[in-house]
């Protein structure tokens, strides 16, 4: 790769060619319990290079908004929320919900010079226990995605969020990766609660050392397979999705609940992990929320009052050589979330990929990329890229055994859409 490419790839500030293609999606802002009720504390939100501003007014408006007042540059985050509005605790200046401003206490007598004053604003909505927002022109804003974690009760999911401190595409390039989990992840499958029990896939995943990865285009983005062998000249296949800009799904195991995420940059060195269980035809079970809650399977504990991880890179991530050496952990490190953020960020805040070394079982890696890269150049020239229609969120991992002579992406068809009232695939 050339570094003009890797620079492509990694840089979603304002008037980016990454930047301008994260704009045209719906993206998670924050957890919707981190403006739990009307004039509530607003929230500082950093996305795609932007610092912003999150609150919740009296009347129940979300506003999302620069987060310096247009007075004299004060944040926001010290303002008082109040009366339909943020107001700034310099001088006064009170914003609504959607920036403008609606009082300048000192200029009681030039209404006029209020109007003019407008900070600049997104759309803030809740669908599936997160607020999204749309950064992107007003004219190409799409109808809210319908990622099934999003549509199911809310009985029936867990949502966490983590800092990962590296830049977004390394991150999310480890979600597209399946060839990592034999290695990285080998010790924590056998002991993760949202693995137990699913003997049928470790049976399959364990016999067979080397799978083969098919990589196909979708709608959205990519379906992943990963083909083990199994008996009855059958093939085991474990389909992830791959939906634009940075969705993923991991595919089930037994009748454990599909994980997912969503990588979204704070600035091109840091995004935040989004993690999402969710099953589609049942509550999740008070043991499954309560190991989700305690941070196992995809989730980790926070250091309180933070989305930062307590193993993190300043304690280099708890590492336990003697776990590493006495073969009870792979990598030393505890989970499978604090494992890819440990290798991920050892990169460095950006991967140099001028340096790397891609082999076949890179696939999905390579193939998104090129449809990143595809996707950015098409919305220079008003090309509406995959990943934005809401039908193309509507996708389901899956895990399935189908007969040897056929195409994966073809026989699972059904396996991959997320039809009502069906539960995933699985085996
Ligand atoms: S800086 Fe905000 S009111 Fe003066
Ligand atoms: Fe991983």
Request: net charge neutral; hydrophobic share 35%; charged share 25%.
């Amino acid at each position: 790769m050339r570094a003009e490419q890797n620079q492509l790839l990694t840089q979603t500030d304002p008037g980016t060619p990454m930047g301008e293609l994260f704009r045209r999606y719906w993206l998670p802002a924050l957890l919707a319990d981190e403006l739990p009720e009307p004039d509530c504390a607003p929230v500082r939100v950093r996305m795609l290079g932007e610092k912003l501003i999150a609150f919740r007014d009296t009347q129940n408006r979300l506003g999302l908004m620069d987060e310096f007042c247009a007075h004299r540059g004060v944040s926001l985050w010290f303002g008082r929320n109040e009366e339909g509005g943020l107001r700034c605790s310099y001088h006064g200046w009170k914003y609504d919900a959607s920036g403008q401003c609606v009082e300048i206490p000192s200029e009681p007598g030039n209404p006029k010079l209020c109007q003019r004053v407008k900070l600049k604003s997104y759309p803030l909505v809740e669908r599936g226990g997160v607020l999204w927002t749309y950064m992107g022109p007003p004219e190409s804003r799409p109808p809210l995605p319908e990622h099934e974690w999003a549509m199911v009760p809310a009985a029936n999911r867990f949502i966490s969020k983590r800092w990962q401190e590296c830049n977004w595409l390394q991150a999310m390039e480890g979600g597209i990766d399946s060839s990592h989990v034999s290695f990285l992840h080998r010790h924590t499958m056998k002991v993760d609660p949202m693995f137990k029990g699913a003997t049928q896939s470790h049976k399959y995943n364990l016999g067979d050392l080397a799978p083969h990865f098919e990589v196909v285009e979708s709608p959205g983005g990519l379906y992943i397979g990963a083909r083990r062998n199994a008996e009855n000249d059958r093939y085991y296949w474990r389909i992830t999705q791959y939906v634009l800009p940075s969705f993923t799904l991991i595919p089930p195991r037994g009748d454990h609940p599909i994980g997912g995420h969503c990588w979204v940059p704070i600035d091109d060195e840091n995004c935040w992990a989004w993690s999402t269980n969710h099953h589609a035809t049942r509550a999740l079970t008070r043991e499954e929320r309560e190991a989700m809650e305690a941070g196992k399977g995809i989730h980790v504990p926070l250091i309180p009052g933070t989305f930062r991880p307590v193993a993190n890179k300043d304690n280099d991530y708890l590492m336990d050589r003697r776990a590493q050496t006495e073969g009870r952990s792979f990598s030393g490190v505890e989970g499978f979330a604090m494992q890819d953020a440990s290798v991920q960020e050892s990169m460095g805040p950006i991967q140099d990929r001028t340096k790397e070394n891609l082999v076949p079982t890179d696939k999905g890696i390579i193939m998104a990329r090129r449809l990143l890269i595809a996707g950015a150049e098409g919305v220079a020239k008003g090309i509406r890229p995959p990943g934005v229609d809401p039908a193309h969120t509507r996708v389901r991992s899956a895990s399935v055994i189908l007969p040897k002579d056929v195409a994966f992406q073809e026989a699972a068809e059904r396996a991959l859409l997320p039809e009502p009232g069906s539960a995933h695939a699985t085996v």
